[in-house]
């Protein structure tokens, strides 16, 4: 029965931190229009969530390898409700975004550390199966994110509430994981990889900056841009370092 309940709660989860970026699909011009930034700007509150998820995920994983599986989804789970709350609160656009770093930043470990504690905690014929829900949790809120955000809007006629959401079903997910989780994590403490990690941050703010200038009008044609073909090389070359440092690092 608590291992049930524990593995509900990471299934929750998982699928709120995963839904973030499709259920903002939904309101990205309302919420454009409410701080009065372009279309263009508008997407750095996507972008930005996006790379905060990359950079946590190794990083968020290592540390609870090292210090405890529950202690860091809790963790994790708190700064995305705080980040959730002060999404929803952002009197500016500036505000805006950095609240959704911070959001990123408690997204970014949950679906690493749920896979782990299934791996730490649950037998070995359960773990494909319930690892398999867990990464299913990821595609099913891809399709139905934009979904629920254009109910919730209908519902609440503010895109606030996309946001406001996730504190009661925050709160209760670390209730529940107080009582309910088991405590886990690795006897071997192995270092984490500040270099590799920063590297493959750069590699991939740079495809997102690229992806960001093309010109939808004009598609073809800011390809060969330098802000676009320049930063897609800088890209590759900071990508291929990634590689030769990570090899470097296991011999």
Known sequence: MRKNISFIILIIGVFMAALDNGIISAALTTINSSFNVSAAAG??????YTLGLAIMTPIVGKLSDRYGRKKLFLIEIVIFTIGSLAVALSPNFTFFLVARVIQSFGGG???IIASSHVIATYAKEKQGRLIGLLGGMNGIAA???PNIGSFLMDITGTWHWLFLIN???GILLVVGGLFYMKESKDSLMSKIDFIGITLLTFSILSVMLAV???STGHFFDSIYNWSVLGLLILSIFIFVAFIIV???MRK
Do not use: Q
């Open 246 to 248: 990570e090899k470097e």
């Open 143 to 145: 399709v139905i994110g």
């Open 109 to 111: 470990g949950i679906f």
């Open 43 to 48: 997407t750095w509150g996507i972008t930005l």
């Open 212 to 214: 960001n200038n093309l």
């Open 167 to 169: 504190v009661p079903i």
